[in-house]
Nanobody, 124 residues
Framework: QVQLVESGGGLVQAGGSLRLSCAAS????????MGWFRQAPGKEREFVAA???????????DSVKGRFTISRENAKNAKNTVYLQMNSLKPEDSAVYYC??????????????WGQGIQVTVSS
């Protein structure tokens, strides 16, 4: 069973950048397809980005295309980490961001494993 821990969140001004990290432990990281989701207050959780176990396929929500980049480190001795580089941030990107993992590719669907979430706040 994999455990996921997000880091890198915080407060940033509109137009700025943040890089979120999600460190995985307790499983074979290269077996897992990974996703990022977010949830703003009073709203449902929404899909942000996903990457397959090999990194060969990547998907984004329309709202973040061209601004966010998902990537991962799978190589031997590399950090078992998936990243979300967020550029040109907007106030509407403010949310709690969650990392998710599953051995089956879920895309924007429901994953088996979730991190605890990390706050991202974009000020106008």
């Amino acid at each position: 069973q994999v455990q996921l821990v997000e880091s890198g969140g915080g407060l940033v001004q509109a137009g700025g950048s943040l890089r979120l990290s999600c460190a995985a432990s307790g499983g074979t990281f290269s077996m897992y397809n990974m996703g990022w989701f977010r949830q703003a207050p009073g709203k449902e959780r929404e899909f942000v980005a996903a990457i397959t176990w090999s990194g060969g396929s990547i998907y984004y929500a329309d709202s973040v295309k061209g601004r966010f980049t998902i990537s991962r480190e799978n190589a031997k001795n590399a950090k078992n980490t998936v990243y979300l580089q967020m550029n040109s941030l907007k106030p509407e990107d403010s949310a709690v961001y969650y990392c998710a993992a599953d051995t089956v590719f879920r895309g924007a669907g429901s994953y088996d494993y979730w991190g605890q979430g990390i706050q991202v706040t974009v000020s106008s």
